[in-house]
């Protein structure tokens, strides 16, 4: 069983592809004619002309929408396709979970003939984020264990540029950090069955962190500390594409 069978039951409700996202995804795929999607979870961010995807789990798998491109069980250490079989490989917040990162990428190189994609995020930035820095630090730390470091992706594609993707106020994709200027949503038991730093820590963690940010918020003190961010319509929380040409 994966982490994603355990905690995955709610993904597609709560994890729909935001639309400004979705187009700087697909900025960077380019003109690739055809895709490999890895890690690919219920299928959020493929483009139309996605050849085959990639997910191991089960539960994901069954919440992929009718019309979804074609997929088959397996893991990113281990792809079963071809060499070159696509003209690029995608992998959309995703690599944290890998269990061996160097033969995922390493997988995903061989299998895309001209580019390889992959959305993550820079801990470097994130770490700092309002709810990680003041109410979970916990997540932050289960963070630096599992988020690989730009620098290290980089090296492992053969060097790859980087783009910041910054959270639109209203993102429509419950990811970590989407929820940047509407506290509120982390107090939502469904929206917080969408991220994995909140389902892996667990309710003993968890509910003292939610319960601080619920009084916080009931007086004011959250709204105070954070006026700056209620009038921006979008926010870098250290969300970043790397793009490899091979």
């Keep these: 069983m994966t982490l994603y069978d355990e905690i995955g039951t709610t993904y597609s409700a709560v994890r729909r592809p935001d639309p400004r996202v979705a187009a700087r995804i697909t900025a960077a795929i380019g003109d690739a004619a055809t895709v490999v999607n890895v890690g690919a979870g219920a299928g959020s961010y493929e483009p139309p002309w996605t050849l085959l ?3 191991p789990s089960a539960v994901m798998i069954a919440q992929r929408p009718p019309g979804a491109a074609p997929v088959v069980r397996a ?3 281990a792809l079963p396709l071809a060499d070159g079989v696509a003209d ?5 917040l995703t690599v944290h979970h890998w269990s061996d990162l160097a033969a995922g990428i390493a997988e995903m190189r061989r299998v895309a003939r001209r580019r390889v994609v992959i959305l993550t995020w820079d801990q470097e930035v994130t770490r700092d984020y309002w709810f990680l820095a003041e109410y979970l630090p916990e997540g932050a730390a289960l963070d630096e264990g599992r988020a690989p470091s730009l620098a290290d992706l980089g ?7 980087v783009e910041a993707v910054p959270i639109p106020h209203d993102c429509a994709d419950g990811f970590g950090a989407a929820y940047w200027c509407r506290p509120e949503v982390y107090l939502d038991p469904v929206a917080q069955s969408g991220m994995s730093v909140i389902t892996q820590l667990g309710p ?12 916080d918020l009931e007086s ?4 105070e ?4 961010l209620l009038g921006l319509e979008e926010y870098d929380a250290g969300y970043r594409l790397l793009v490899a040409d091979l």
Excluded at 155 to 160: C, D, K, P, T
Excluded at 220 to 223: D, F, S
Excluded at 225 to 228: Q, V
């Design 225 to 228: 500390r954070h006026r700056d």
């Design 75 to 77: 893991r990113a250490e």
């Design 53 to 55: 995807a990639v997910e």
């Design 88 to 92: 690029a490989a995608m992998a959309i």
């Design 204 to 215: 003993e963690v968890v509910r003292p962190a939610l319960d601080r940010l619920a009084a």
């Design 220 to 223: 004011g003190r959250w709204q």
């Design 155 to 161: 090296r492992m594609l053969g060097g790859a540029r």
